[in-house]
């Protein structure tokens, strides 16, 4: 029988190949291969595939096989559209009980933001930013929350590493400064103002 761990490590191996541009959208996914290639059983790699279809990462078709999400132009907006709704709640909650450590952390991403404007890469700008925004979600103290727009991220990660025109962070820069700014003086609402800008300056420079 497959351990939780074994399903676990095909979910990481796919997810990481997904956001590293190794699988594109649309390609499929074979589960003898991927089952030979990580040295465990097919049964192990159905499960991780449910996974990654439950979590929007794959697409699974009856009698065609497994492919990774290729998502349109309507997918894109109605998630962004989402995460704003969830991520605006997050803040809410998250802004009068963040503590220091957290601050601190984000403070550090900008900080690795403004770093990667010297050699910017896409992939590298999906983990920092990713990391910035967890740090909302996990301080909302809501664990539904938190596992829902971890969900959202997956999506929103794959429609900046394959779709996002960007070759600058700098706009970003600035909303995740207005969202600490607003935090650390206990502004809840400048701090909404600035996830939803944000999530807007996401849904511009994407192009499907």
Do not use: W
């Amino acid at each position: 029988m497959a351990s939780n761990t074994g399903i676990q490590d095909v979910y990481d191996h796919v997810k990481q190949k997904i956001i590293s541009r190794e699988f594109f959208p649309g390609n499929r996914i074979v589960e003898e291969d991927l089952a030979s290639e990580m040295g465990t059983s097919r049964t192990t790699v159905r499960s991780a595939i449910s996974r990654l279809a439950f979590d929007g990462l794959v697409d699974v078709v009856p009698k065609k096989g497994t492919y990774v999400a290729k998502p349109t132009m309507e997918d894109m907006e109605e998630v962004y559209e989402l995460r704003r709704i969830l991520e605006s709640e997050a803040l809410r909650k998250a802004v009068p009980r963040i503590g220091e450590d957290a601050l601190k952390r984000m403070e550090e991403c900008i900080a690795d933001q403004v770093e990667l404007e010297k050699h910017y890469t896409m992939q590298e700008y999906v983990k920092i930013n990713r990391a910035f925004h967890s740090e909302i979600a996990r301080a909302s103290g809501n664990a539904y929350l938190e596992k829902f727009l971890d969900e959202l991220f997956n999506k929103t990660a794959i429609f900046l590493t394959f779709y996002d025109r960007s070759v600058t962070n700098l706009d970003s820069i600035e909303t995740h400064t207005k969202i600490l700014n607003a935090i650390r003086e206990g502004d809840t609402e400048k701090a909404v103002e600035g996830i939803i800008e944000d999530n807007q300056i996401a849904v511009d420079d994407i192009m499907i």
